[in-house]
C-alpha cells in the first residue's frame, strides 16, 4: 500500500528548509521539546468519550526506587480491566503529557482504568532504570486494582519495555498479566534487520535516529545483548496473549513483524495488525491523520476482542 497522502505531505514539509533535524543534530533538551510540541495538542471537540476521563495523577514511592509520577485514567465505563501504559520516545523523549491522548482512547473504548508511568529517561538514567521504572508501576497497579484484567502496554520504547516487564512478571510470579499490547516495538539493538529494511530512511523515524536512542539508553554497548533489551534472543515462551501493532514505513517494522513470529513459535497468541501505509508513531497522529484513527481504533478492538476471549492469567506460582 502507498504511503497515505497526508503522512507524505507531512513528510515532505518536515524536509523543506530543513526542518526535519535527526535526533543527534539536536540536544536532548532540544530533541524533548520538539517532541512534546509534536505531540501535545489541544484535544478536539469531537473527541468523543475520551473527553470524559478522569484523570489523577499519582506519586509511587514503594519498593527502594526513586518517586514514581503515575497518572491514573478512570472511564465512566467500567469493564473491570486495567492497563500500565509505558509510553515511547526512544527511552530518551516522551512523558506522560505527550501520550495523554492514546491513554485516554484506551481508558474509554476499553472500559479500563489507565496507570501511565513517568518512568525515569535516559542519558541521565539509563538501562535498567527505566525498566526498574516499568516494573515498579506494573507492580503498583497490580496491588491498586486487584482481580481486574491487567494488561501491559507501551508503544515504541515503551513496548520493549512492556515485553521486558512481561518476562520478569512470569519469571517472578507476582503479576498476572491477561494481555500484552505492543506498538512498533524496538527489539533489536543491534539495528541488523532496521539497516536492512527498505524504509530504513526518510519516514519520520530513520535508522539513525534508533541508532542515537540506543547509545543514550545503553552507553556500555555489552548491554546490548542483554535479554531484556535484545528481545528477539529472550524467552518468549510464557509470555502472555498479545496484540502487535506495526507501521509499514517504519525502519522498526521487520523486527515487529519477526517478534510476532518468534512468539507465536513459543506458543504465544498473537494478533498482528499491520498498520498499511503508516509511519511509525501513528499512535500520536490520530487526530491529524484519518487513517492513523482508523489504524488506532483497530488496534484497540483486537485487544477488546482478546481480552473477551481470553481467561485471565493467574501469577505463576512455580
Known amino acids: 500500500m502507498p504511503l497515505d497522502r497526508i503522512l507524505r505531505h507531512l513528510i515532505n514539509w518536515q524536509g523543506a528548509d530543513g526542518l526535519r533535524l535527526t535526533a543527534r543534530a539536536m540536544s536532548v533538551e532540544q530533541a524533548r521539546e520538539k517532541y512534546r510540541a509534536n505531540a501535545i495538542r489541544p484535544p478536539r471537540e469531537d473527541a468523543g468519550p475520551s473527553r470524559t476521563v478522569a484523570t489523577a495523577d499519582r506519586t509511587i514511592t514503594e519498593g527502594g526506587e526513586p518517586p514514581l509520577r503515575c497518572r491514573v485514567y478512570t472511564p465512566e465505563s467500567d469493564e473491570g480491566r486495567v492497563v500500565t501504559y509505558l509510553h515511547g520516545g526512544g527511552w530518551v523523549l516522551g512523558d506522560v503529557d505527550s501520550h495523554d491522548g492514546i491513554c485516554r482512547v484506551l481508558a474509554a473504548s476499553l472500559g479500563a482504568v489507565v496507570v501511565s508511568a513517568d518512568y525515569r529517561r535516559a542519558p541521565e538514567s539509563p538501562f535498567p532504570a527505566p525498566l526498574r521504572d516499568a516494573l515498579a508501576a506494573a507492580r503498583w497497579t497490580a496491588r491498586s486494582f486487584p482481580g481486574r484484567d491487567h494488561v501491559i502496554a507501551g508503544d515504541s520504547a515503551g513496548g520493549s519495555l512492556s ?43 530513520s535508522v539513525d ?106 501469577p505463576s506460582t512455580s
Open 209 to 314: 535516529d534508533m541508532a542515537w536512542y540506543y547509545e543514550q539508553y545503553l552507553p556500555d554497548d555489552r548491554l546490548r545483548g542483554d535479554p531484556a533489551v535484545a528481545l528477539l534472543d529472550a524467552d518468549l515462551r510464557g509470555l502472555p496473549p498479545t496484540v502487535l501493532g506495526t507501521a509499514e514505513f517504519d525502519p522498526l517494522h521487520d523486527e515487529g513483524v519477526e517478534l510476532a513470529e518468534k512468539l507465536r513459535a513459543s506458543g504465544v497468541p498473537v494478533r498482528h495488525v499491520p498498520g498499511a501505509g503508516l509511519v511509525h508513531g501513528y499512535l500520536l497522529l490520530q487526530d491529524i491523520v484519518p487513517a492513523a484513527a482508523a489504524c488506532t481504533r483497530q488496534v484497540v478492538q483486537e485487544l477488546d476482542a482478546l481480552l473477551r476471549s481470553s481467561t485471565p492469567s493467574a
Open 163 to 205: 515485553v521486558g516487564v512481561a518476562v520478569e512478571a512470569r519469571d517472578t510470579g507476582d503479576i498476572g498479566f491477561a494481555a500484552q499490547l505492543l506498538v512498533y516495538p524496538p527489539v533489536d539493538p543491534s539495528l541488523r534487520i532496521a539497516s536492512a529494511s527498505e524504509h530504513a530512511e526518510g519516514y519520520l523515524l
